[in-house]
């Protein structure tokens, strides 16, 4: 697979098979991902990768009962408030693997950066027959001192992007988009 194909054939997916996404792979993938560019050639980034089956539900359980105790503190959930009330709802959509991107904040970069790393993991994976899903809720806890004291993410990194992973179960369509608006093009 090319990388556009890749790139047209890429979507969130919410539906994975039993297939465990080996270490070796991950690893690669996460090689792959990390020759996006890089502000003034930093590197800032981290990863935490979790696979134990009992610690993604327990954080997927923790997540809803934490942004629905606060509503408040998140507004851009609030439109969601019905899915996570909803008790079959898991954050993770069941994957076996979760990938965390950890930015270092000592680089004025870092969110460009580890967010060029999440697409390119995302492509990369494509082309594996790994499907990705960018989960924004996981911010409410994995962003968390606690969270990230125990995963030894160092104080000065903060969380960018949250990929659940594994092999798509279920092929989806490629997405539609409205056309790129530009603003200006001068010749
Ligand atoms: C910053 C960000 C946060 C997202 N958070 C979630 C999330 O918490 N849960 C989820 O199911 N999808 C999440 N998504 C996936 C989007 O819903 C998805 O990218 C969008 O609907 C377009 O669909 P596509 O990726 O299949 O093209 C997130 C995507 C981004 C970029």
Known sequence: MNVIEAIQQRRSIRAYNDKHVEKEILQRLVELAVKAPTGSGMEPWGFVVLQNREEIDALSEGIKKKVLENIDAY?????????????????????????????DRTSPWNVYDCSLVAGNLMLAAESEGIGCCWIGFAEALLDDDTFKKAHGVPESFHLVSTLSMGYTKVAVPPCTRKPPVFFSWTK
């Not at 909803?86 to 950890?102: C, D, M, S």
């Open 75 to 103: 507004p851009q959930f609030s439109q969601y408030e019905s899915w996570l009330k909803n008790e079959r709802y898991h954050i993770f959509n069941h994957a076996g693997t979760v990938l965390v991107i950890y930015g």
